[in-house]
T-cell receptor, first 114, second 113 residues
Framework: QKEVEQNSGPLSVPEGAIASLNCTYS??????FFWYRQYSGKSPELIMS????GDKEDGRFTAQLNKASQYVSLLIRDSQPSDSATYLC??????????????FGKGTHLIIQP | DAGITQSPRHKVTETGTPVTLRCHQT?????MYWYRQDPGHGLRLIHY???????DKGEVSDGYSVSRSKTEDFLLTLESATSSQTSVYFC????????????FGEGSRLTVL
């Protein structure tokens, strides 16, 4: 059973600070890694994907991947109240094709306090 | 956001009745997926499709069937709904180059009494 673990939170961060969200996964052969944001009552929305070790930056978001430690993280700089949402980590064990090998974590609830 | 739509968005039904949820896309994407989301479980894959009449089972397929007769439509059917199938159902699509970059529909909230 492939597992993706996230702290459910809530994680409370002051506005303007850095929010750090963490995810660990069990399948060492996992190939691709994703972060989705889900506002309450809405559908998940892809915000970051990362495929190789290291950091990937996109605006205020940075995804970090360490395959040796089986660890993925998402940093949100200059956190805004609009960043308050549940963040889902997803890991794909397949090297190509579709997303049927995708396993989602249960999500971390992030609250940005004004 | 109009690239993928689900219907109905909300449905209340009784145990033992059949239910069909529809997912319609205008993106001409090859891959389509049905997920359910429940508190404490996260998103779980029910069935998926790699093309017209090409479907396969996901992690939690028992009690569900699917059909894809056209590229744009992916139907999820509960032959005889049970209370354990009360959930929020999401349809998702991806193109041939993606390995997990999904675009989700708005979701369908199903309550089985």
């Amino acid at each position: 059973q492939k597992e993706v673990e996230q702290n459910s939170g809530p994680l409370s961060v002051p506005e303007g600070a850095i929010a750090s969200l963490n995810c660990t996964y069990s399948d060492r052969g996992s190939q691709s890694f994703f972060w989705y944001r889900q506002y309450s009552g809405k559908s998940p929305e892809l915000i970051m994907s990362i495929y190789s070790n290291g950091d990937k930056e996109d605006g205020r978001f940075t995804a970090q991947l360490n395959k040796a430690s089986q660890y993925v993280s998402l940093l949100i700089r200059d956190s805004q109240p609009s960043d308050s949402a549940t963040y889902l980590c997803a890991v794909n064990s397949y090297s190509g094709g579709g997303a049927d090998g995708l396993t989602f974590g249960k999500g971390t609830h992030l609250i940005i306090q004004p | 956001d109009a690239g993928i739509t689900q219907s109905p968005r909300h449905k209340v039904t009784e145990t033992g009745t059949p239910v069909t949820l529809r997912c319609h896309q205008t993106e001409n994407h090859r891959y389509m997926y049905w997920y359910r989301q429940d508190p404490g479980h996260g998103l779980r894959l029910i069935h998926y499709s790699y093309g017209v009449k090409d479907t396969d089972k996901g992690e939690v397929s028992d009690g569900y069937s699917v059909s894809r007769s056209k590229t744009e439509d992916f139907l999820l059917t509960l032959e005889s709904a049970t209370s354990s199938q009360t959930s929020v159902y999401f349809c998702a699509i991806s193109d041939t180059s993606n390995t997990g970059e999904l675009f989700f529909g708005e979701g369908s909230r199903l309550t089985v009494l």
